[in-house]
């Protein structure tokens, strides 16, 4: 399978319509570049850093009128899409959200960022409750998460339990977190067996400034693509015979000691 990572600092209106012509476009980019699935940043509808009052005004339930728009570009253009957006849940709530659609359009998973970073992520969301789904995918079994959400290997390892083959994380991580890029992805990918696709923001929006390094991750614990800073469409090929080489040598799960790690949890 081949992915496509959407590093972008999205359009300067942060309008969702606006947003969704630049997916059409790099939708487009992408199929033709062979991909069959494009992944886009966190919170690209309608940028991440815009305060409380924005994300409400502009947030939309998970079946809502950009979900309908994306599920047309997906169809045109014969590719799967996950992207980031904020979701308006039952009773209001607003989240911090991405969804994955099929290349037909068909909306396989929604998933909620469940750690939030920070007072400005606490400031706009409520916490998802991290069910740890997945969706089936041109022979992959799918899960996500949400930028911060990667850097806790027990959300990663919940998702590996799970059956999952590849996890796909949209981001906006800013200086100095680079680390997370060079080290965490390819980690989280070593030690619970699967592919991490990272695609992050880039550019500046308020106080953030976006490092961009998008990558993905390899279960040996290496990278198999990295962006640099700036706009790009990423590609990475995805190979079924590499993971399972890797799993027939990495033997983290299976040897794992639950009983031992049971006072983690207070």
Excluded: W
């Excluded at 999205?10 to 069959?36: K, Y």
């Excluded at 992944?39 to 339930?61: C, D, H, Q, S």
């Excluded at 809502?64 to 992207?83: D, F, N, P, Q, V």
Aim: charge should be negative; charged fraction near 25%.
């Amino acid at each position: 399978m081949r992915l496509a990572l959407l590093q972008t600092a999205g359009d300067p209106s942060n309008e969702p319509v606006a947003n969704l012509a630049r997916l059409d476009a790099a939708a487009a980019e992408a199929a033709a570049g062979g991909a069959d699935l494009l992944l886009a940043p966190e919170m690209f509808l309608t940028g991440y850093n815009i305060g409380r009052e924005a994300a409400v005004a502009k947030a939309e339930p998970a079946e809502g009128t950009s979900a309908r728009r994306a599920g047309e570009i997906a169809r045109t253009h014969g590719i799967g899409l996950c992207y980031g957006y904020p979701e308006r849940g039952d009773g209001g709530a607003i989240y911090n959200s991405c969804l994955l659609l099929d290349k037909d359009g068909t909306r396989l998973l929604n998933f909620r960022k469940t750690h939030l970073f920070g007072d400005l992520d606490r400031a706009m969301f409520a916490p998802g409750e991290g069910s740890a789904e997945l969706a089936s995918f041109e022979g992959y079994r799918v899960g996500m998460l949400i930028c911060y959400d990667v850097e806790f290997p027990e959300a990663v390892r919940a998702l590996a339990l799970a059956g999952a083959d590849l996890v796909l994380v949209p981001t906006a991580n800013m200086k100095p977190y680079d680390a997370v890029s060079h080290v965490v992805v390819p980690a989280r990918a070593f030690e619970s067996e699967l592919f991490v696709a990272y695609a992050n923001r880039c550019g500046v929006e308020g106080e953030l400034d976006y490092m961009g390094l998008s990558c993905v991750g390899d279960p040996h614990g290496l990278h198999l693509a990295m962006a640099g800073d700036g706009e790009e469409l990423l590609f990475a090929d995805l190979d079924p015979a590499r993971l399972k080489a890797a799993r027939a040598i990495n033997t983290h799960v299976p040897d794992r000691r639950p009983e031992v790690y049971r006072r983690l949890i207070p």
